[in-house]
């Protein structure tokens, strides 16, 4: 057990210079992301597309008494094939590994060690915005040449988010809802209000269904919430519920199970789609109601 702790304990005592060192290949730290780079229109950022997604950060531990001008680290996406990208301000883990990496010369790249990010870590506990002003730093040392006071630094991230309004609703955190977990789950969460979950059957919603076979929902809800005891959905609120009012878009995917509503939209149709007989989804027979409300885009 000592090991393993003292394992741990190495790994987040790694340092974080602004260009890694070989020595330690295997060094993983947790790092708050002073700046990240969107699109070509970042002023220092930005200089080829794999700069997208790149981030300025700052070590937890090492960094705590540098002001944020002084500091340079860099670091682009661990896996590109799924990404989570984070907000200015937000906790982030950053691993040391062999990659490209810029040199002095405009366009040239060379092979070396390289900080890489993934695991955006949600120190409010939500899964729409997580940033903590003074996470890894005081007030009076984020720029000591320029004392700002305190409200103003608190707001300096909100600054750098270019749709600050997707995430906050005046000073509030705008906490879209998250999907009530079963048992088991793997569930894919998005910021504002998408949901991917692959779970099993609970027998809710549905007749003739055997419990534990394998379900998958998809859904977009606009419901948000600015209390954190009211970040998960209820049972009132659970992927079943497809009802126009709910302003929710669910499509449910199933093998056995007979579900009323596998495709609902509504606020833009009203659309719902059925099979007409359950024996017969191989042939794509489908019954269409309200079709006509369906309108483009």
């Known amino acids: 057990m000592s090991s393993i702790a003292t394992g741990i304990g ?14 330690r290949p295997s060094k993983v730290f947790p790092a708050q ?3 990240i780079c969107m699109n070509k229109d970042h002023k220092t950022l930005y200089k080829s597309p794999k700069d997208i997604g790149k981030i ?4 937890v531990f090492k960094d705590q008494d540098k002001s944020e001008s002084e500091i ?14 984070p907000l ?13 990496r810029d040199t002095k010369n405009a366009g040239e790249t060379t092979i070396g ?8 870590i949600s120190t409010n506990h939500n899964v729409t ?10 007030n009076a040392k984020i720029n000591p040449t320029n004392k700002l006071p305190i409200a103003v630094n608190e707001k300096r991230f909100k600054e750098k988010t270019l749709d600050i309004a997707a995430v906050t609703e005046g000073e509030d955190i705008k906490i879209y809802k998250q999907l009530l977990p079963n048992e088991g789950d793997f569930i894919l969460q998005g910021r504002f209000g998408n949901t991917i979950k692959f779970g099993s059957f609970k027998g809710t919603g549905a007749s003739q ?9 998809i859904k977009q809800d606009i419901a948000t919430t600015s209390k954190e005891a009211d970040m998960m959905t209820t049972a009132e609120e659970d992927a079943f519920d497809t009802s126009p009012a709910s302003h929710t878009a669910t499509i449910i995917l199933t093998t056995k199970q007979q579900i009323n509503n596998i495709l609902a939209c509504s606020d833009l149709t009203s659309l719902r789609v059925k099979f007409s007989d359950p024996e017969k989804r191989g042939k794509t027979q489908w019954q269409q109601e309200d079709s006509s409300k369906l309108r483009n885009g």
């Open 56 to 59: 300025v950060f700052r070590d």
């Open 88 to 100: 200015p301000g937000e906790e982030v883990l950053i691993f040391i590994a062999m990659g490209e």
């Open 209 to 217: 269904s055997p419990a534990g076979s394998g379900i998958t929902i």
């Open 72 to 85: 340079k680290k860099t670091a682009y996406p661990l896996d590109r094939s799924i990404m989570k990208y």
């Open 129 to 138: 915005y997580n940033v903590e002003p003074f996470l890894a730093t005081t």
């Open 113 to 120: 060690a390289c900080y890489f990010y993934t695991a955006n």
């Open 10 to 23: 190495e790994a987040f005592r790694g340092g974080s210079s602004i260009t890694p060192s070989l020595g």
């Open 33 to 35: 992301v002073l700046d």
